[in-house]
């Protein structure tokens, strides 16, 4: 892949730890919307039955791809990192049945022939992706009332639309830039209601009382409407 941001999330997956063997609650695989371990909701915000077929944009090192499959899901994941995708392999190898995919977000959504009951990005392809672009494919690859959410750093005050990303690489080397898309919450859900979706809700869930770092989290919900066939 001669992809220059696959080379930037390469760099970014050196910095990352792989996922905790257990949770809080002695869980060996969980769902995580946040940055922040043992807080907020878990994959009960796709309400998905067994057998239902989900995809994550963005899947990184595979922790919320294997909680699903232990869920009795169908889950794709994919990442532009060929390093995150090995971390996902190496650590659950015994997982049957996920897929995983080293390819860009628009590319496999317009070469799929899949339709998903849900789609997701947890600090993803949603956010470094033209939602313009994004939003439109995966709306067409949602069944009617299949949700699409997304979580990611709310936006900086005055900072909206397209904007850089620098990831630190070696001593001697410039940074590895990528484009990022903030909006405040009520331009997610105009934006998502304006390509279609409805049920639309974006809120900030708070950082965890007893972390000193102040910082929420931006989740976005929203559903294929069932009036579409």
Known sequence: MTDARSSAWDTYSQTKPQRR????KGETTWFNWTQYADHGPGAEVLELKPGAAVLDLGCGSGGNLAHLATLKMKPVGIDLSAKQLGKARD???GINGTQLHQTDALAYLRDTSTIFD?????FGAAWFTDPGLLLPLIHSSLQPGGVFAFSQRPPVEGCYGCQASYIPRGFDEDPAIVKRWDFEPDIWCSLLREHGFAEVTAIVLPAPEHDKRT???LLVRALRSNAER
């Open 21 to 24: 063997l257990t949770n809080a």
């Open 91 to 93: 650590r659950w190898p």
């Open 118 to 122: 849900a789609i997701y990005s947890v």
């Open 215 to 217: 910082t929420g989290t």
